[in-house]
Each structure stands twice: as structure tokens, then as C-alpha cells.
């Protein structure tokens, strides 16, 4: 992960304060503006619907770190600095137009005290259960909490056998919960048997956890994972060089791909021009409109060359 800027303004740190308290912020013009995407190119599985570009100054933080949307258009994101955020993504014409009902404040420990900042509060990955209820996995300091709701406190579960010795910065960037009720789970840069071309990764749940392992393209990284409605799921990579700065893209694996204990996917989007190139770090599927849709953040750093983006894409291949 490229090195984080310092705070640039006092005003988000009145901001963050504010958040702390869980506060509700303004409407969909204050926290976010609606830009257009260039078409995707001839033959592509995916129609771009538009982005969002939100505002660190109104959320009170930046780093977003992962993403889910339900189907009623309810959005939920995490940080890496401890923050939850809440809001309804508006539509107009099936193409975004900003978040209304805006709601932020910080992650619990299973007291109920905020997560600090830093080693206990870099949340990485985030999963809705079936139950209504969340996990959320953590960084630095490598565990998953669930929470019954996400403003409340998050209670330890059991981690994938082994979690404990990934990389201080590179541990639990993908989780989700399969349409068969198992959870996947993928770290970031943690090679099993010093093989650097895969990423350690686990399926199963809590008393159930098989080791599997992801193979991503060389020179990226697996950032997060979405569960597909037939039964597979959408990874996010990215990579990042001094001179080519960020790229991404996303691999579908079917739900038979899912079975192997190397996990090699199909990439069916390409991070790269005409799209914007940023830090993408989370991914979500919903249905809106009859069409199964497509969306992605990006984790701004809090660095002001970056931007905290919302793409959102329509499938056309489904």
C-alpha cells in the first residue's frame, strides 16, 4: 500500500470528531458529485453507468477499504482508519447521482469502545451474513469480528488457521460470504510455501476452514471479493508501481472454479483507460432496475493526488 499523507486541513479533523460521534452528514450534493464515464470499448461484458466522487471534508476520512450495496440501494463501506459509513445510492435513469441518508461513525470493539486508529482499527474487508449481520476483517493486527449491526460492538470469530503470520500489511483483503452459505477468504501477500506467484486463501467458515490458495496476474494483488448470485464471485486485483502508478481489474470465478485448490478465474474488466485509474479496493454486486450491477471504490490514502471514487457498471453478459 503506497505511504499515507499526513492530515492536510483541521477542518477534517473536526470532521473525524464529528463522525466519532456518529453523526449524520449532509445530502447527496454535500458528500458526493456525479461524473460520467467514457464507454467501455467494443465487445465488453460491461456497460459503465457512471461514478460518484465523494468528499473526505464531509465524511470526515478517507481510506475506503471495501464496499457492499444490497439490493433496496443501501450502501455500506468501511475504512482503513476505523470508520464505518452508511447511505442510499441514488439512481436516476439506472446511473448514479450521488448518496442520500449519509451516516458515519467508528468501528467498535466488543465493549462498544471506537477501534483506534492504526494497529487495532485497519479494516480491510467487509461481508454481509445472512442474518443481516457483518464481518469485517482486519489488518496489522489479523483477525475478523462480526457485528450484529454495524454501529455496534463487533465480537471475535474464529480466523482462518494460520492468519495470525501474514504480512503486517497484508493480510485479510477479501472476504465474503458465498450463495452456499460458506465464507471465502483471501489475503493480500501472504504466499504459502514461499511461492510468490500465489496468495494464501481459506473457504469454509469457523470450525470448517479447508487452505486454499488464489493465483492472480502477475505483478497484482487480490483486493477484495464479491459473491455472485449463481454461486461464484468477482475478485478485485490491483498493483501499483512508482511509474505506471495503479491498475486493476477483475477475475470471475464460477462457482466450479471455487472447488479447486488453486483458484485461477477469468478477468472480464480491465482497470484502464477510458476508466479512471485509482487505488480500488472494493467491490460489490447488487440487482437495480431488473440488471445485475457492478460497483467498485477507491481508497484515496488521504493523499491529494488520489480520489475516493464510486464506478458503478451494468453487466450485459448475464
Same mark, same amino acid.
Given at each position: 500500500?503506497?505511504?499515507?499523507?499526513?492530515?492536510?486541513?483541521?477542518?477534517?479533523?473536526?470532521?473525524?470528531?464529528?463522525?466519532?460521534?456518529?453523526?449524520?452528514?449532509? &445530502?447527496?450534493?454535500? !458528500?458526493?458529485?456525479?461524473?460520467?464515464?467514457?464507454?467501455?470499448?467494443?465487445? +465488453?461484458?460491461?456497460?459503465?453507468?457512471?461514478?460518484? #466522487?465523494?468528499?473526505?471534508?464531509?465524511?470526515?476520512?478517507?481510506?475506503?477499504?471495501?464496499?457492499?450495496? @444490497?439490493?433496496?440501494?443501501?450502501?455500506?463501506?468501511?475504512?482503513?482508519?476505523?470508520?464505518?459509513?452508511?447511505?442510499?445510492?441514488?439512481?436516476?435513469?439506472? /446511473?448514479?447521482?450521488?448518496?442520500?441518508?449519509?451516516?458515519?461513525?467508528?468501528?467498535?470493539?466488543?465493549?462498544?469502545?471506537?477501534?483506534?486508529?492504526?494497529?487495532?482499527?485497519?479494516?480491510?474487508?467487509?461481508? /454481509?451474513?445472512?442474518?443481516?449481520?457483518?464481518?469485517? &476483517?482486519?489488518?496489522?493486527? #489479523?483477525?475478523?469480528?462480526?457485528?450484529? $449491526?454495524?454501529?455496534?460492538?463487533? $465480537?471475535?470469530?474464529?480466523?482462518?488457521?494460520?492468519?495470525?503470520? =501474514?504480512?503486517?500489511?497484508?493480510?485479510?483483503?477479501?472476504?465474503?460470504?458465498?450463495?452456499?452459505?460458506?465464507?471465502?477468504?483471501?489475503?493480500?501477500?501472504?504466499?504459502?510455501?514461499?511461492?510468490?506467484?500465489?496468495?494464501?486463501?481459506?473457504?469454509?467458515?469457523?470450525?470448517?476452514?479447508?487452505?486454499?490458495?488464489?493465483?492472480?496476474?502477475?505483478?497484482?494483488?487480490? =483486493?477484495?471479493?464479491?459473491?455472485?448470485?449463481? *454461486?461464484?464471485?468477482?475478485?478485485?486485483?490491483? +498493483?501499483?508501481?512508482?511509474?505506471?502508478?495503479?491498475?486493476?481489474?477483475? !477475475?470471475?470465478?464460477? =462457482?466450479? #472454479?471455487?472447488?479447486?485448490?488453486?483458484?485461477?478465474?477469468?478477468? !472480464?474488466?480491465?482497470?484502464?483507460?477510458?476508466?479512471?485509474?485509482?487505488?480500488?479496493?472494493?467491490?460489490?454486486?447488487?440487482? =437495480?432496475? *431488473?440488471?445485475?450491477?457492478?460497483?467498485?471504490? +477507491? @481508497?484515496?490514502?488521504?493523499?491529494?493526488? #488520489?480520489?475516493?471514487?464510486?464506478?458503478?457498471?451494468? !453487466?450485459?453478459?448475464?
Amino acid at each position: 500500500m503506497p505511504p499515507r499523507a499526513p492530515h492536510r486541513l483541521s477542518r477534517r479533523t473536526l470532521l473525524a470528531a464529528l463522525a466519532l460521534a456518529g453523526c449524520s452528514s449532509g &445530502g447527496a450534493q454535500s !458528500v458526493s458529485r456525479p461524473l460520467a464515464l467514457d464507454p467501455l470499448p467494443p465487445g +465488453s461484458r460491461f456497460e459503465a453507468l457512471g461514478a460518484l #466522487q465523494l468528499s473526505d471534508e464531509v465524511l470526515g476520512f478517507g481510506g475506503l477499504s471495501a464496499l457492499h450495496i @444490497d439490493d433496496e440501494l443501501r450502501l455500506t463501506a468501511i475504512s482503513d482508519l476505523g470508520h464505518w459509513v452508511t447511505a442510499r445510492l441514488v439512481l436516476r435513469e439506472g /446511473r448514479p447521482q450521488g448518496l442520500d441518508e449519509l451516516r458515519t461513525g467508528p468501528l467498535r470493539d466488543g465493549s462498544g469502545a471506537p477501534l483506534r486508529r492504526g494497529y487495532g482499527g485497519d479494516a480491510e474487508s467487509l461481508a /454481509r451474513l445472512p442474518d443481516g449481520g457483518w464481518l469485517i &476483517g482486519f489488518e496489522r493486527w #489479523q483477525r475478523i469480528r462480526r457485528y450484529r $449491526e454495524i454501529d455496534g460492538p463487533g $465480537e471475535y470469530v474464529e480466523a482462518p488457521p494460520g492468519l495470525e503470520f =501474514a504480512p503486517r500489511n497484508g493480510g485479510l483483503e477479501s472476504l465474503t460470504v458465498l450463495r452456499d452459505g460458506r465464507w471465502l477468504a483471501i489475503a493480500e501477500k501472504f504466499h504459502p510455501r514461499r511461492d510468490e506467484t500465489l496468495r494464501r486463501g481459506w473457504i469454509g467458515g469457523p470450525g470448517n476452514w479447508q487452505r486454499i490458495a488464489y493465483r492472480p496476474e502477475d505483478g497484482f494483488d487480490p =483486493a477484495d471479493v464479491a459473491a455472485l448470485p449463481e *454461486g461464484g464471485a468477482l475478485v478485485l486485483e490491483r +498493483s501499483f508501481s512508482i511509474f505506471g502508478g495503479f491498475g486493476g481489474r477483475v !477475475v470471475r470465478l464460477s =462457482a466450479a #472454479q471455487l472447488e479447486a485448490g488453486v483458484l485461477e478465474g477469468e478477468e !472480464v474488466l480491465r482497470l484502464e483507460a477510458p476508466l479512471p485509474r485509482d487505488n480500488f479496493e472494493g467491490i460489490t454486486v447488487f440487482r =437495480a432496475g *431488473g440488471r445485475t450491477l457492478l460497483a467498485l471504490v +477507491s @481508497d484515496d490514502n488521504e493523499n491529494m493526488l #488520489q480520489r475516493t471514487l464510486l464506478l458503478v457498471f451494468a !453487466v450485459l453478459d448475464e
